[in-house]
DNA sequence: TGACATTAGTCACAGTGCGTGACTAATTCG
DNA sequence: CGAATTAGTCACGCACTGTGACTAATGTCA
């Protein structure tokens, strides 16, 4: 039996939250556990990771995409041999955790989780990190307008350390990510910031990716 | 049912091949397929994996990693659901194939294979060129000691395109990975060159990996 | 009303990184 | 000997990056 298992992340004010479920069997040792499912025969990983996120979030997430497949000896509430680790990105504003039975939990206090699954967080949250400078997964987090501090917040919190503002722009701009719309949105003190969304622009020349890798804060 | 498949690589010349294998069902459409096995109950994947190449190469690769599970619906010579590809990397001077059932592809002139074993091989590329900056992963192909001149043509092997000589050894320079031994090659014609080993030293500062990804040739 | 806090956005400098071509060095071959 | 071949270094110019300081536009509160 092979299982298909969800880290499904979403930004809670500025730390990033992982959903954990209550275990099934009350006599787990570990109380939390990712949301899972064992793979049905006709279904494809992919298909399966979408549903069990939707299952468990009472909605589509924005992004799926796999992480691995841990096949060692660790423990694992399906007592597979296998399982597939998948990673699902939720926009900020994510619907109310459905009972008692689900919560979020920021990533860098988790409860006790079975030990397979703490590997597949574990992996999760690399695989993000790699991955946020190859593809603009972060847009995913975000409404289709957006202001350019909102956006750093997201990057921020991906990846886990804070970004110089003007480091951040100056690579933005050079990615050629974004386009400003005509809007600004003032939101309560402060000056009104100005309103972008996504629009990848061909980039010219340049064999290498879109580096944020290297803006320290 | 889950299969271990295992891309196996290593240099040939100035190339990158791939070790294949005649298919076992002669009426099979594609002739040639990825050395691959049932997981077995009492074995981890990377058990498998390994076991799969030390079979299919008949010694033990340098390195063998996970690449990532495929569940599409595209075919595969077992007929499951799910493979579990890995990538080997085996060190020149690879011992020859055993009989006409195994052979070395280079990896831009392949034959045609399942596609989803086509869909891994992709894969494993691609992950040896992401992995090839984070982790010294080079320095398996390579006996104890060599010439910067033999590692340079490792990495253009596995990037898949030239490098400048004069960066390659700046940004090996500047990443410790390398020391000189007082040893010195020479190798029929030319210039002697110095022979260094591997010895990374802790790294200073500098949050980033180590990047060759932007050197062009 | 006016000083201050707060958030947005830009600029400019200095240090480092990187692509590149030209140069020197040591050997073999004829 | 001189040409060819491979190893190894240097230096220039441009681009990128980290950083702090600056201006701009709003709300808050005395």
Redesign the interface.
């Known amino acids: 039996m092979?299982s298909v298992d969800v880290v499904l992340l979403t930004p809670h004010g500025r730390r990033l939250t992982v959903l954990l479920t209550r275990a099934a069997d009350p006599k787990a040792k570990e109380r939390w556990e990712l949301p899972w499912e064992p793979?049905r025969?006709e279904e494809?990983?992919?298909d399966t990771a979408a549903r069990t996120a939707r299952g468990a979030l009472g909605a589509a997430p924005a992004l799926v995409e796999?992480v691995?497949?841990f096949?060692?000896?660790r423990r694992h509430p399906s007592g597979s041999?296998?399982s597939?680790a998948f990673l699902a990105l939720v926009p900020a504003g994510a619907p109310a955790p459905v009972g008692g039975d689900t919560a979020w939990f920021p990533v860098d206090d988790l409860p006790a989780v079975p030990p397979r699954q703490r590997a597949m967080i574990d992996g999760a949250l690399q695989a993000v990190r790699?991955r946020l400078d190859q593809a603009p997964i972060a847009f995913r987090l975000l409404p289709p307008t957006f202001t350019l501090s909102q956006l750093q917040e997201i990057y921020e919190l991906l990846l886990g350390r804070r970004l110089h503002k003007a480091s951040f722009r100056r690579a933005l701009h050079a990615a050629w990510l974004v386009e400003p719309t005509d809007e600004w949105r003032s939101e309560g003190r402060g000056r009104p910031a100005q309103l972008f969304r996504y629009a990848p622009k061909k980039r010219r020349g340049s064999?290498?990716g879109v580096r944020f890798?290297?803006l320290?804060g």
Do not use: N, S, Y
């Open positions: 092979l793979l025969g494809t990983i992919e796999q691995a497949a096949g060692d000896r041999d296998v597939v790699a064999r290498r890798e290297g320290a």
